[in-house]
C-alpha cells in the first residue's frame, strides 16, 4: 500500500511534456534485476502525457515483462502498459489513480496479463530507487558547459516550460527537474530548462566561456548560452541498481589439498586426499551464491601440480610445481592458468584456445580503468598463438620466459626431502592391474570458432576482425563439460571458470548470440565509450594501445563520449540483426570435436 500511495503522491508533480527531439534509446535490460512493483491503474488526463518516453519496442507482443525491461534499460523510475501493450516509461506519473477494473484490456504478448486501457494505464514502479522525497536540489553537482546543437536531437529531452523563462534561475531550473526525477539538469540561453534521464547524442564538453548569458532571473548566475547548456547532475536519483548490477559476493579462497591419515580395518594407514563430493546441475545458467562448486572431474590438460622425484641411497626428493591461482591479473579479474605444454603443437594451439576463450571475461569482470588492461592480455593470448606456430617443439616454460605474464601469481615450486620406501617383498601371486577410466568428462579446450557473427557497417567501420573499440563478440561454441553437453551443446565462455559459463540447447543458438552481443554492447560502454570520455586513460605509448589501435578505424579512439556510445549501440543492433537466425547445422554434434 505504501508503493501506491508514493505512486499517487508523485502524480501530483507537474511534468510537461517531451520535447521533439531524437532520444536515446537504449537496449533492455536482459540482465536479471528486482521486479517492478505494481502500483496501480492510473488514468491520464485531456493534454497530458502521463508517462513522456514511449518504447520503440512493438505493442503487438508486448508483456508486462518486455515492457519494464525496456524501461529498467533506459533507466526510468516507472513503466506503464496502455491499449493491449503500448509501452511507455518516465520518472514520475502525471496522472490520477483510478478503480482498478478501468485498467481491462488484456496484453496482446500474453492475455492473462493486464495492458491498462483506453487512456488506462497499467504502472509498476521500480523498487531500486531513493524516494524523491529523500533527495534536495542540493544533490545536483554542476558539470560544466556542454553543447546542445546537434542535429540529433537535444542534450536533455524534457524542457520545463512550467518554468518562466523570465525569471530563470538555476535554483528554479534544479527544482523542476528534481521535482520530476530527473537526475540530469541544465540552463540555457538565459531562460530554457532542461532535464534529462541520459545525456543525448552527439553532446560534448565546451569550454565554460561559451555558457557566457546571464539567468534572466539572476544576473551573477549563468545560464548556458547559443546552443550550450550548464549542466547538473544528480547520482542520488539515479537507480541504486542499474541494468547490470551484480550485487556483492562473498567469495571464498580455494584451499590447497589436505593430506590425513585415515585409519582402515586393517589397521594400516592411508595418505588420503580429501575433495568435495562432485555434484551434477541442471541448472541452465549458474549463480555464484549458493552451493559451493563441485570439483573438476578428471581432465586431460595438465594443470595440476607436477610432480618429480630423484633418488639418492635411502633419500627420495620430491618436487612439486603448484599452478598458481591467478596467472595474469587485471584489475579485479584473474585467468586461469594455461594448460603444460612441451614439445607439442596440438597441446600448445589448447593453450592458446584457452587463452582465447578467457579474454572476454576479463573485459566484463576487471572494471574500468584496469580493463583496458585487458588488451594486453588479449594480445598476449596472441604471442602464445605465434609461439605455436613459429616453435612447433616449444615448451610453456621457455614460452614464459620470453613472455612472462603480468600481474599475477608465478607457480610455487615445494621440494620435499624424505625416506625412500623400502622395497616391496616378492608375491607368488599374480599381479593385478587396474586400468583407470578412459572416459573424457571435460573437453581440454574446445575450437575457438563462434556461432555468432560479427556484423559489418560501412558507415561507423565495423566489420569481422575490426570491432567497435577491438573488443570482440565473446566465443559462442561448444560445451566443454560431458555432462552438460547433450542437453546443452553451446556455451557462450565468459568467465574463466567455464562450470560457472552460460550454456545453451541446440534450439536455442539465437538466445546465446543474443546474450553475447549484449554482453559485447555493455563492454564496449564501459570501456571504449570510458576511454573515450577519459582521455588521460588512453596514453598512445603503451603497447596495448598501439596493437589495439591497429585493429580500430579513424586512427585510434579519437570519438568523443557519445560518439563512442552511438557506434556501440549502432553494432549491438545489427549484432541482434544478423544472427537472428544462426545456422548451427553439422556444429558441435559430437562431444570434444
Not at 452 to 479: A, S
Request: proline share 9%; hydrophobic share 25%; with cysteine.
Amino acid at each position: 500500500m505504501a508503493s501506491l500511495k508514493a505512486v499517487a503522491a508523485l502524480a501530483a508533480v507537474t511534468l510537461v511534456g517531451r520535447v521533439t527531439a531524437t532520444e536515446v534509446f537504449l537496449p533492455p535490460c536482459l540482465d536479471p534485476f528486482q521486479p517492478f512493483v505494481y502500483s496501480g491503474c492510473f488514468s491520464e488526463a485531456s493534454g497530458t502525457q502521463i508517462l513522456p518516453y514511449r518504447s520503440p519496442a512493438t505493442p503487438d507482443d508486448m508483456t508486462v515483462e518486455k515492457c519494464v525491461a525496456e524501461c529498467k534499460g533506459n533507466g526510468y523510475r516507472y513503466a506503464g502498459l496502455v491499449y493491449y501493450g503500448v509501452c511507455y516509461c518516465g520518472q514520475t506519473v502525471k496522472g490520477d489513480l483510478t478503480e482498478e477494473s478501468e485498467c481491462s484490456f488484456p496484453c496482446k504478448g500474453d492475455d492473462t496479463q493486464i495492458c491498462g486501457a483506453n487512456g488506462k494505464f497499467s504502472i509498476y514502479q521500480d523498487p531500486t530507487f531513493v524516494p524523491v522525497d529523500q533527495t534536495t536540489i542540493a544533490d545536483y553537482d554542476p558539470l560544466g558547459c556542454w553543447t546542445d546543437d546537434s542535429p540529433q536531437g537535444r542534450a536533455l529531452s524534457y524542457r520545463q516550460d512550467s518554468v518562466d523563462g523570465a525569471t530563470m534561475t538555476t535554483e528554479k531550473c534544479l527544482q523542476a527537474c528534481h521535482a520530476g526525477g530527473f537526475p540530469f539538469a541544465g540552463t540555457e540561453y538565459g531562460g530554457e530548462c532542461y532535464c534529462g534521464v541520459v545525456i543525448g547524442n552527439d553532446t560534448y564538453s565546451a569550454p565554460a566561456s561559451e555558457c557566457n548569458m546571464a539567468c534572466n532571473g539572476a544576473p551573477d548566475e549563468k545560464c548556458g548560452g547559443p546552443g550550450r547548456l550548464n549542466l547538473y547532475a544528480a547520482d542520488e536519483l539515479l537507480s541504486l541498481e542499474p541494468c547490470g548490477y551484480e550485487p556483492p559476493v562473498v567469495s571464498s579462497s580455494s584451499e590447497l589439498p589436505v593430506v590425513s591419515t585415515v585409519s582402515t580395518e586393517s589397521s594400516t594407514s592411508t595418505p588420503l586426499v580429501e575433495e568435495e563430493p562432485t555434484t551434477s546441475t541442471t541448472v541452465e545458467e549458474p549463480t555464484s551464491t549458493s552451493t559451493p562448486l563441485p570439483t573438476l572431474p578428471p581432465t586431460t590438460s595438465t594443470t595440476a601440480p607436477v610432480s618429480t622425484t630423484s633418488t639418492t641411497s635411502s633419500v627420495c626428493v620430491t618436487t612439486t610445481v603448484i599452478p598458481p591461482k591467478c596467472e595474469y591479473k587485471c584489475g579485479k579479474w584473474c585467468s586461469n592458468p594455461l594448460p603444460d605444454w612441451e614439445n607439442d603443437a596440438k597441446s600448445c594451439k589448447a593453450a592458446w584456445t584457452n587463452c582465447l576463450l578467457q579474454v572476454a571475461s576479463c573485459f566484463k569482470n576487471a572494471g574500468f580503468p584496469q580493463s583496458l588492461e585487458c588488451f594486453n592480455f588479449g594480445q598476449w593470448c596472441a604471442d602464445v598463438d605465434d609461439y605455436c606456430v613459429k616453435t612447433p617443439k616449444g615448451k610453456k616454460h621457455d614460452f614464459f620466459g620470453k613472455k612472462p605474464p603480468k600481474g599475477g601469481s608465478p607457480a610455487t615450486t615445494v621440494t620435499v626431502t624424505t625416506a625412500c620406501p623400502t622395497a616391496a617383498p616378492t608375491s607368488t601371486k599374480p599381479a593385478t592391474t587396474t586400468k583407470p577410466a578412459t572416459t573424457t568428462t571435460i573437453c581440454p579446450t574446445p575450437a575457438p570458432t563462434n556461432i555468432c557473427k560479427q556484423p559489418t557497417n560501412n558507415y561507423y567501420g565495423y566489420k569481422p576482425g575490426k570491432p567497435v573499440g577491438g573488443i570482440d563478440l565473446p566465443v559462442v561454441t561448444c560445451n566443454d563439460l560431458v555432462s552438460d553437453w547433450p542437453s546443452y551443446p553451446f556455451k557462450r565462455y565468459s568467465d574463466p571458470d567455464t562450470r560457472k559459463c552460460k550454456k545453451y540447447s541446440r534450439s536455442t543458438p539465437s538466445t546465446a548470440c543474443q546474450d553475447a552481443c549484449k554482453e559485447q554492447y555493455e563492454d564496449c560502454l564501459d570501456v571504449y565509450a570510458e576511454g573515450c570520455r577519459n582521455n588521460k586513460f588512453r596514453p598512445r605509448q603503451d603497447s596495448y594501445f598501439q596493437q589495439m589501435e591497429k585493429r580500430t578505424f579513424w586512427g585510434g579512439w579519437s570519438d568523443s563520449f557519445n560518439g563512442a556510445k552511438d557506434k556501440c549501440r549502432a553494432q549491438y543492433n545489427d549484432c541482434l540483426s544478423v544472427n537472428r537466425n544462426v545456422d548451427v547445422k553439422g556444429k558441435c554434434n559430437k562431444f570434444c570435436e
